[in-house]
């Protein structure tokens, strides 16, 4: 009787020693079918997010170009309003990949390049005719030219001082704080 009840309990433990390895295959199997599922939509969302940073950059850089013209052109109009002989110094922030800076027809044009090499053009219209860097005697001073480059494509990013000054006749606009040299 004692054989036959050792017997029986062997052949308990081999079941629940089978039964046990067959529920941990079945939770191994389950955890990672959950991984493979969390994979597949983790993966392409981190695809999405990366490939359309580069888009936020660029709409980023444009819409700091928008605001630079717009600062440019207000504070030549402030400038101009004021008359003959005011000055003002303003800081402002230019973008990244920024190309240019110009004045034309009494319209500020900021030039920039687009993340795939594309060009983007941002304009601001201004009340007053501009000047970049005209000295009195009218010679156009290149060292103090607000799109002067620094040995590259692009004007430097970061925050630049810029100098308005109204000569009477149209608002001279200097990369420096440098007007009171030629005023």
Sequence with gaps: MVQLSLKAETRASEHNYRASSHFKGQSALETMAM??????????LAILFLSSAGLRSQDLSLIQGKVLAQRISDEAGFVWYQGAGAKKVVL???????????FQDRQVVITLEGMRGGIN????????NMADAIL?????????????????RYVNPGIAAIVFYNNGTAVNVFREAIYDKYA
């Design 121 to 128: 053009q941002v304009v601001a219209l201004t009340p007053s």
């Design 92 to 102: 402002v922030q230019y973008p990244e990949r920024l190309l240019n800076i110009s």
């Design 35 to 44: 991984v493979g599922i969390l994979l597949a939509f983790l993966v392409p």
């Design 136 to 152: 009195p005697n009218g010679a156009h001073d290149a060292r103090r030219s607000i799109t002067m480059q620094h040995g590259g």
